[in-house]
């Protein structure tokens, strides 16, 4: 299977199938440089928490802005949340606008790219509080909606913190349901 972040075996430097380096079958993913760009290197251990913490809050806040587009604001936010990893944008690189700010960058732990699939399952549950401005224009069906879908966002949204705060990796559920973590990069 051939490598898409371009990964090199660090005790031999083999390349794989395609001319793309292998991944180095000893070791862990700590242990790699990720990215076909030199300049990304994988820290070891968990990413700073403050970092990914004031990443978050960027994302916030644009996802904040969006949400304020009359009637569709909502569903702009959310979908913002859903795709922020795994957008193949240039100034983005596959991950959100927080995170290229921060120096970190979401990885899957498979080897292959971010994609928007693999965001959408490490940020569903962050999109609940777009789709909670959203319910509010949704007559009726919406507004029985809003506390218990705003209910569930809260409280997945406090379990990630715990999650970023306690796992060793700081891996959330987001990251284990989508097989992906955050690391720290040099650009």
């Given amino acids: 299977m051939e490598q898409q972040n371009g990964w090199t075996d660090p005790s031999s430097g083999a390349a794989g199938p395609g001319g793309q380096p292998e991944p180095s079958t000893k070791g862990k993913i700590d242990d790699q440089p990720v990215g076909g760009d030199d300049t990304l290197s994988i820290t070891t251990g968990k990413p700073d928490t403050g970092k990914r913490i004031v990443a978050a809050v960027i994302d916030c806040v644009i ?5 304020m587009i009359p009637a569709i604001g909502g569903l702009v936010g959310a979908a913002y949340w859903l795709v922020r990893d795994g957008m193949e944008i240039d100034f983005m690189d596959r ?3 927080g995170k290229k700010f921060m120096k970190l960058r979401p990885i899957r732990l498979d080897g292959q790219p971010m994609d928007i699939t693999t965001s959408a399952r490490r ?7 777009g789709l909670v401005w ?3 224009y949704v007559w009726v069906i919406g507004w029985l909606l809003i506390v218990p879908v705003g209910l569930a966002a809260l409280v997945l949204g406090l379990y990630e913190l715990y999650r970023v705060l306690t796992d060793p990796q700081g891996r959330r559920l987001g990251d284990v349901m989508a097989g992906t973590k955050v690391i720290e990069v040099a650009d």
């Fill in 134 to 136: 959203f319910l509010k």
């Fill in 123 to 129: 940020n569903w549950m962050f999109a609940l509080g």
């Fill in 95 to 97: 991950r959100s606008v």
């Fill in 63 to 67: 996802a904040a802005v969006l949400n």
